[in-house]
């Protein structure tokens, strides 16, 4: 079975030990970007081992940034099952209005605070 390339082939040289910020935090990024860029929701994830070894550090600095992504909610992780690619949440933007709350984007449908 081939390894998915969360990271790229580059990943480790992306990386700066001397950055100031933390291992653990620089990877989230690199992932979080990749997970933006070219994974489909629901596609499960490399291991931390795998995750680790195309980084070049070690699985505890993996979960920690796989745990810094699941709070964010862009990943979830089943227990002995793996890590999946989160469906992105819908953001809406909410103002209030004369009438009412405006939710815009929701085909102009407007709700009553009676």
Do not use: K
Not at 15 to 41: C, N, T
Not at 62 to 85: K, M, N, P, Y
Request: no cysteine; proline share 5%.
């Amino acid at each position: 079975m081939t390894q998915m390339m969360l990271l790229g082939t580059d990943a480790g040289a992306r990386l700066s030990r001397s950055s100031g910020v933390p291992l653990y935090r620089q990877l989230s990024r690199l992932m979080a970007d990749r997970l933006d860029e070219v994974i489909e929701p629901g596609t499960r994830l490399p291991t931390e081992a795998e995750l680790a070894e195309q980084a070049g550090v070690n699985r505890l600095t993996v979960r920690q940034a796989l745990a810094e992504l699941a709070r964010e909610g862009r990943i979830h992780t089943v227990q002995g099952v793996g890590s999946f690619a989160a469906v992105p949440p819908m953001r809406y933007t909410v103002r209030a209005g004369q009438e009412g709350l405006d939710f815009p984007g929701a085909q102009g449908t407007r709700m009553g605070l009676a």
